[in-house]
Nanobody
Framework: QVQLVESGGGLVQAGGSLRLSCAAS????????MGWFRQAPGKGREFVAA????????DYADSVKGRFTISRDNAKTTVYLQMNGLKPEDTAVYYC????????????????????WGRGTQVTVSS
């Protein structure tokens, strides 16, 4: 079993920055792909970013490409999401997730491919 705890959310003005962190505990996740998803009020959960187990591959939703950066520190089993140039439409609850299957990265954008989820952290961007 894996426990994930997100932190770093908050209220920021448009154009500002936030850095989200997701700390994993329990079973090791250093060989597992991880991702960030978000859910805005009244909308479904959507893919934001993903990173392979080694960190050599990262992928982003078109809506955040060039503004957000995902990274991981396997020594600390933590994944980060640096968010720059925030827009009001980025307002959502952000969730961290990890895949159970080691080394797997296919369909990285599909929430159903992830097995463990954090409880989320709220990000609110004011205009």
């Amino acid at each position: 079993q894996v426990q994930l705890v997100e932190s770093g959310g908050g209220l920021v003005q448009a154009g500002g920055s936030l850095r989200l962190s997701c700390a994993a505990s329990g079973r090791t996740v250093i060989l597992n792909a991880m991702g960030w998803f978000r859910q805005a009020p009244g909308k479904g959960r959507e893919f934001v970013a993903a990173i392979s187990w080694s960190g050599d591959r990262t992928d982003y939703a078109d809506s955040v490409k060039g503004r957000f950066t995902i990274s991981r520190d396997n020594a600390k089993t933590t994944v980060y999401l640096q968010m720059n140039g925030l827009k009001p439409e980025d307002t959502a609850v952000y969730y961290c997730a990890v895949r159970r299957q080691e080394f797997s990265y296919y369909n990285y954008y599909d929430a159903q491919r992830y097995d463990y989820w954090g409880r989320g952290t709220q990000v609110t961007v004011s205009s």
